[in-house]
Nanobody, 123 residues
Framework: QVQLVESGGGLVQAGGSLRLSCAAS????????IGWFRQAPGKEREFVAT????????YYGDSVKGRFTISRDNAKNTVYLQMNSLKREDTALYYC????????????????WGQGTQVTVSS
């Protein structure tokens, strides 16, 4: 298992940007695909983005496509989520998650989760 810690959340005005980080412990970080998910109060957990082992391939949820970018630095055991053109509806608790080998858009396919970082977008 890999341990994950998210950071970078905060309060931002609509139209602004934030960069979330997901720091992982363990020497086999490059064996894990990483996903970002979010959950707003009263709503189900939503897929945001996922990236493969090498960082070459990424996939995004429809609601963030074109605004968010996921990337990873395996030398630093860290995955990033650059969020631009933020909207009020992006307000949520953002989680990163890890699964061995291939990426997935399904939360149930991930075995390791961080505690989450709160993103609040004001109008």
């Amino acid at each position: 298992q890999v341990q994950l810690v998210e950071s970078g959340g905060g309060l931002v005005q609509a139209g602004g940007s934030l960069r979330l980080s997901c720091a992982a412990s363990g020497r086999t970080f490059s064996s894990y695909a990483i996903g970002w998910f979010r959950q707003a109060p009263g709503k189900e957990r939503e897929f945001v983005a996922t990236i493969n082992l090498s960082g070459v391939s990424a996939y995004y949820g429809d609601s963030v496509k074109g605004r968010f970018t996921i990337s990873r630095d395996n030398a630093k055991n860290t995955v990033y989520l650059q969020m631009n053109s933020l909207k009020r509806e992006d307000t949520a608790l953002y989680y990163c998650a890890a699964r061995e080998y291939g990426r997935s858009t399904r939360a149930t396919m991930y075995g390791s989760w961080g505690q989450g970082t709160q993103v609040t977008v004001s109008s």
